[in-house]
T-cell receptor, first 114, second 110 residues
């Protein structure tokens, strides 16, 4: 199994451009998450989904959108890229809720907005 | 030694020594705790977890200790190896929400 796969690994955007960060998992996990990681900071939750067709905001959702049309895929959309969105983005999944199990993470997308 | 500031706290240990990485968690109601290891350019990887009804749990070369009285979690790595060099961070879970710590950078000196 590949686990959680994120594409692209790196990307440079100009201010105002849009892009979609792709995330797919092959573990048949119900729960999926998007985090951003800034230097010296813990992971911050952007959006999460408890199953296909269901999404919810996390701690820092502004400037982002998500969709969950299938169990496997959970893309993250930036509509108008801003310098503050320069970060490393991680997608994660878990089989059920987080009360008793860890998350599985992808290797991240490193995004720079110039 | 350790340093704290704008950069991650760092811990340097000699190869073969034991490492102890500490974490202060924030919520006394947190009931599940996880240690992750993050190597450069990679995503976080699960190491070991512990529930709040336990105070110690052992894995292969790793031990997690939980002190609920002072809201403190520690990760002990026995016989530290160069491959253990990474950022380690703890996560606490309360009401199905996860809070991640900022991490500690472990550097192993050969």
């Amino acid at each position: 199994n590949a686990g959680v796969t994120q594409t692209p690994k790196f990307r440079i955007l100009k201010i105002g451009q849009s892009m979609t960060l792709q995330c797919t998992q092959d573990m048949n996990h119900n729960y999926m998450y998007w985090y951003r990681q800034d230097p010296g900071m813990g992971l911050k939750l952007i959006y999460y989904s408890v199953g296909a067709g269901i999404t919810d905001k996390g701690e820092v959702p502004n400037g982002y959108n998500v969709s969950r049309s299938t169990t496997e895929d959970f893309p993250l959309r930036l509509e108008l890229a801003a310098p503050s969105q320069t970060s490393v983005y991680f997608c994660a999944s878990s089989r059920t809720s987080l009360s008793n199990q860890p998350q599985h993470f992808g290797d991240g997308t490193r995004l720079s907005i110039l | 030694g350790e340093s704290v500031g704008l950069h991650l706290p760092t811990l340097s240990v000699q190869e073969g020594d034991n490492s102890i990485i500490n974490c202060a968690y924030s919520n006394s109601a947190s009931d599940y705790f996880i240690w992750y290891k993050q190597e450069s350019g990679k995503g976080p990887q699960f190491i070991i977890d512990i529930r709040s009804n336990m105070d110690k749990r052992q894995g292969q070369r790793v031990t997690v200790l939980l002190n609920k009285t002072v809201k403190h979690l520690s990760l002990q790595i026995a016989a530290t190896q160069p491959g253990d060099s990474a950022v380690y961070f703890c996560a606490e879970t309360v009401n199905d929400k996860v809070i991640f710590g900022p991490g500690t950078s472990l550097s192993v000196i050969p």
